[in-house]
């Protein structure tokens, strides 16, 4: 079982910067698909990013392209989410997860996931 733990949420004032950690349990190369998901309350968890271990693709959810860039740091098993021009709309619990990767918005396709940190971004 692999075990996810984010870090490195907070509040910010719109426009401002972020960048969250998801420290895994193991090797991040044999997961395949290594993902970050928000969600706002009253709202379903959506896909914000992913990244493909072996081939080293990423992708992105339309509103945060440009803005949010994922990466890893194999050495030390950890996945960032890089988060700059932040808007009040981005302030949710966001969650990083793994998966075989056969569909990277789907909640449902992720194995194992994080407890999560909240991010908060006032106008």
């Known amino acids: 079982e692999v075990q996810l733990v984010e870090s490195g949420g907070g509040s910010v004032q719109a426009g401002g910067s972020l960048r969250l950690s998801c420290a895994a349990s193991e090797n991040i190369a044999s997961t395949i698909c290594m993902g970050w998901f928000r969600q706002a309350p009253g709202k379903e968890r959506e896909a914000v990013a992913a990244?493909?271990?072996?081939?080293?693709?990423?992708y992105y959810a339309t509103s945060v392209k440009g803005r949010f860039t994922i990466s890893r740091d194999n050495a030390k098993n950890t996945v960032y989410l890089e988060m700059s021009s932040l808007k009040p709309e981005d302030t949710a619990m966001y969650y990083c997860?793994?998966?075989?990767?056969?569909?990277?918005?789907?909640?449902?396709?992720?194995?194992?996931w994080g407890q999560g940190t909240q991010v908060t971004v006032s106008s």
């Open positions: 990244l493909y271990t072996r081939s080293g693709a990423t």
């Open positions: 997860a793994t998966g075989p990767g056969n569909s990277w918005t789907s909640p449902g396709r992720y194995n194992y």
